[in-house]
């Protein structure tokens, strides 16, 4: 049996998944895992769950995992991504350590939580994946990833849970939980999602609320290879990357900055 946290113990159903896909909402920092299209039917759908839950924002601070009443069932997964870029230990353990299809349930009797978001993360464009971990995630120990649903795991270190993975993050790159037209991987769709995870930390904000002109000219730069790409009108992927970069300076910035360096269409 594996802890979703120390106290708190999970078994799992193997060989099913989530028949959900995920989405990576950029506006905000988090990975969502959910059959609801709308505001209102997630929010719906949480009232029928126990467990981890919360505001769906993450305003209370606290990832959603949300067990159906019923069947006790993993049914909704929020995770918020942190801000702070590092790269795990031994991350060849990962690739090749023990994996189980299969979805969490969380046994009778049972009682609320609340887990906390992981502090660290990092996207490797390499092994085609965003992994984030805890600060005591040591990739020294026995691991165990348990696949719960179409590239999304979650990783298990002495039986504890210690990360979470999201792979091929490029391609659910969203602005919301209505339907978008699936598209296509590209390295370019790639190096994007890249710059911004190496571009958009904690550090870049705090000198944002300074109005660092220079970090300014770095997401300009960004917006403009992101806007000037024959691609971008059609995936929808990089239309919202691009939004988001302009959407974030204007929080910070006066507009006559921005219009100096963000060339529009």
């Not at 000219?217 to 992101?226: G, M, R, W």
Request: hydrophobic share 40%; charged share 25%.
């Amino acid at each position: 049996m594996f802890k979703i946290k120390e106290n708190i113990h999970i078994d799992f159903v193997p060989d099913k998944q989530l028949p959900c896909t995920p989405k990576l909402i950029l506006n905000d920092t988090t990975v969502i895992l959910t059959n609801s299209i709308s505001n209102i039917e997630f929010q719906n759908e949480l009232s029928n769950t126990k467990g981890s839950t919360g505001d769906w924002l993450g305003l209370n601070g606290i990832d959603n995992f949300g067990f159906n009443k019923q069947t006790n069932l993993l049914q909704v997964l929020c995770l918020k991504y942190p801000e702070v870029n590092r790269i795990p230990a031994n991350i060849d353990l990962i690739r090749n350590c023990e994996k189980i299809l299969a979805v969490p349930l969380l046994p009778e009797p049972s009682v609320d939580f609340e887990i906390n978001p992981f502090e660290k993360r990092n996207y490797s464009i390499e092994n085609n994946m965003l992994i984030c971990f805890s600060n005591d995630f040591t990739v020294n120990s026995r691991l165990v990833e348990m696949k719960i649903a179409k590239d999304v795991s979650l990783i298990f270190e002495n039986n504890i849970y210690s990360a979470w993975i999201l792979y091929n993050p490029e391609l659910y790159i969203d602005d919301g939980l209505d339907r978008k037209n699936s598209y296509e991987s590209s390295l370019f769709l790639k190096t994007s999602l890249n710059r911004i995870f190496d571009l958009i930390t904690i550090e870049t904000v705090d000198k944002m609320d300074d109005r660092d002109m220079n970090t300014l000219v770095k997401i300009s730069e960004l917006y403009n290879a992101i806007n000037q790409h024959k691609e971008t009108d059609k995936i929808i992927g990089l239309s919202i990357m691009r939004q988001w970069l302009y959407d974030i300076v204007d929080k910070f910035y006066p507009s006559t900055d921005i219009q100096k360096h963000f060339i529009k269409n």
